[in-house]
């Protein structure tokens, strides 16, 4: 049985994602617990409303006169 190296390097994508959102995860309740206090089941509760994403170097997630509906919070410097 040979192994698709399409499958594999989607599998290897997911689990990179996955393990970046770990990541964010573990940072983001890091941050919580250094600043209030709030229970794992508060905390879950809280972080599902957070989407990771990802973004290139170099351009500006705000611009001047853009209107802002969210917050960022950079987990990672690439």
Do not use: W
């Amino acid at each position: 049985m040979s192994i698709n190296k399409d499958f594999t390097f989607k599998s290897q994508t997911v689990l990179n994602k996955i393990l970046d959102l770990m990541e964010a995860e573990e940072k983001l309740k890091q941050h919580f617990l250094a600043n209030t206090t709030i229970t794992n089941e508060q905390f879950e509760y809280v972080f599902a409303y957070f989407e990771l994403k990802t973004f290139k170097k170099g351009p500006s997630l705000i611009r001047t006169g853009d209107v802002v509906d969210c917050e960022f919070l950079s987990s990672k410097v690439a």
